[in-house]
């Protein structure tokens, strides 16, 4: 499996747990928190695996 597959499937599996998380959970408890982390850490996971498959440009004949 490519590596960019595999922290983008991670990202996303971190972030819809801590999205989990936040819904389920009570203001500021340590899950809600948690959830909170896992939530970010999920999303930079998808931003990394995205963005290092993406290939700039340098003009419109590159």
């Known amino acids: 499996m490519e590596r960019f597959v ?3 499937v991670a ?7 801590g999205l989990w998380l936040l819904a389920l959970f009570e203001t500021w408890s340590a899950l809600r928190i948690a959830g909170l982390a896992l939530a ?3 999303t930079g996971g998808l ?10 440009g340098l003009g419109r004949d590159a």
């Open 40 to 42: 970010v850490l999920g």
């Open 6 to 8: 595999g922290v983008v």
């Open 11 to 17: 990202g996303g599996l971190a972030l819809v747990a």
């Open 47 to 56: 931003s990394v695996g995205i963005a290092s498959e993406l290939e700039v």
